[in-house]
């Protein structure tokens, strides 16, 4: 997994320090993982082997600060192993490494592109994942994935993740009452998977379908027996 040498001492998640205290400096590094972990929570419902985390700490050394970025996933691991929930990701306990890794530049640049962008290299996640709508010349999403231990910058948008089964994108949508560019996940089509108030609203909008379907099939009903009584035929005696 990772290529370095650990004291024979492993503190526990529990152990160690659940956060950086250091508090983000805009909603939307909270908003846009947020979305795309509910997104995963509908899409996955029935999977239990994997985990997305929102502005949690990713220890890779036991005497060194953990890594925390906006969000994170990992797959082949559990989802939860006791009810009180991952204080931490702790890579010595997990032993998987993150496949996905997702940074949100704000207002106060963080070196997501330069710093970051070696440690998520060293690290060995596969895909690293930059989002800045402040953007004007480039674009907005950067998608680096891991080719022969180098990121290497992957074109589209959305940017197909063979190995999540997902694509990764950003478009113009609503999202807790805002309208404005957010990240989604894509089916191997370039679909757009819906967010959890847009399925509400689907399946909402179907239940009013076959409610009318009902309603008009014993209006057929109604008009048929009408229609067999006028010509004298009783339709309780039909077998």
Request: glycine letters at 6%.
């Amino acid at each position: 997994m990772l290529e370095y040498n650990l004291p024979r001492y492993l503190p526990s998640a529990e152990e160690l320090p659940d956060s950086d205290e250091t508090p983000v400096d805009n909603e939307l590094q909270e908003l846009i993982p947020g979305l795309l972990k509910a997104i995963l929570l509908i899409l996955w419902a029935e999977r239990m082997d994997w985990l997305f985390a929102i502005d949690m700490g990713i220890y890779y050394h036991p005497d060194k600060p953990p890594i925390v970025p906006d969000g994170f996933l990992s797959l082949r691991v559990e989802r939860f192993y006791d009810e009180e929930l991952r204080p931490s990701y702790v890579l010595w306990d997990e032993n998987v490494v993150p496949i996905f890794v997702l940074e949100v530049v704000s207002q106060n640049y963080r070196k997501e592109y330069t710093t970051k962008l070696d440690e998520y290299e060293a690290l060995g996640v596969l895909y690293y994942v930059i989002y800045s709508s402040r953007r004007r010349r480039k674009p907005h999403l950067e998608v680096h994935k891991l080719v022969n231990g180098k990121y290497e910058l992957q074109q589209g948008n959305p940017v197909w993740l063979p190995e999540i089964s997902l694509g990764i994108g950003c478009e113009r949508g609503n999202y807790c009452g805002v309208t404005r560019e957010w990240m989604y996940w894509y089916d191997e089509l370039g679909q757009r998977y819906l967010t959890p108030s847009e399925q509400i609203k689907q399946e909402a909008q179907h239940a009013r379908q076959e409610t009318q379907r009902a309603e008009q099939a014993e209006q057929r009903v109604q008009q048929l027996t009408e229609q067999l009584r006028a010509l004298g035929i009783n339709p309780d005696n039909l077998g």
